[in-house]
């Protein structure tokens, strides 16, 4: 039962990283609705969300680069790349939308509403769309980080 222990360096990304989509995902839903709402309390929980998500996309982002060392010198590495890079990208570019909406917050003008950032939500959902599914490639078809599978990993 607790044979995940000698593991745990390893899984901690699909352990984190699901955190992160969870609280991306629906901090960029909840913007949207709250404008077709109208509704400040939704508004306010996509923000609540958007530090969640950002907050667990960081340790996400690291320890996704940690799962991919053992790949590095293998041809599946070239599939594990893209996914890396969008995760890295997204990451900082995340980072950068909690700052503006911060700053924002600071001034009394939260930005949620602002036509710039539900753009930005609506890129930020098909981000996490491609995120998840290349993720989701590298586990079911290719079988990354799954024991007993790959060789890999004992």
């Known amino acids: 039962m607790f044979d ?3 593991n745990l360096w390893r899984d ?3 352990m984190i990283v699901h955190f992160a989509l969870g609280g991306l995902f629906m ?3 909840f913007t949207l609705l709250a404008r077709v709402t109208s509704n400040a309390q939704l508004d306010n929980l996509s923000w609540i969300l958007l530090l969640v998500g950002v907050g667990t996309a960081i340790p996400s ?3 996704g680069i940690v799962s991919h060392l053992p790949y590095e010198a293998l041809p599946v590495a070239s599939a594990i790349e893209p996914h890396q890079l969008l995760g890295m990208l997204g990451t900082f570019a995340s980072i950068g939308v ?3 909406r911060f700053m924002a917050r600071q001034r009394g003008k939260d930005i949620g509403a602002h036509p710039l950032y539900i753009g930005i939500a609506v890129i930020g959902l098909l981000w996490l769309f491609l995120l998840g599914g ?3 490639n590298l586990v079911y078809q290719l079988g990354v980080n799954v024991r007993g599978i790959n060789p890999l990993i004992k």
Do not use: E, Q, Y
């Open 4 to 6: 995940f222990i000698p």
């Open 12 to 14: 901690l990304h699909p």
């Open 27 to 29: 901090s960029f839903g």
């Open 61 to 63: 982002a690291v320890t």
């Open 98 to 100: 909690v700052f503006w």
């Open 134 to 136: 290349t993720g989701g």
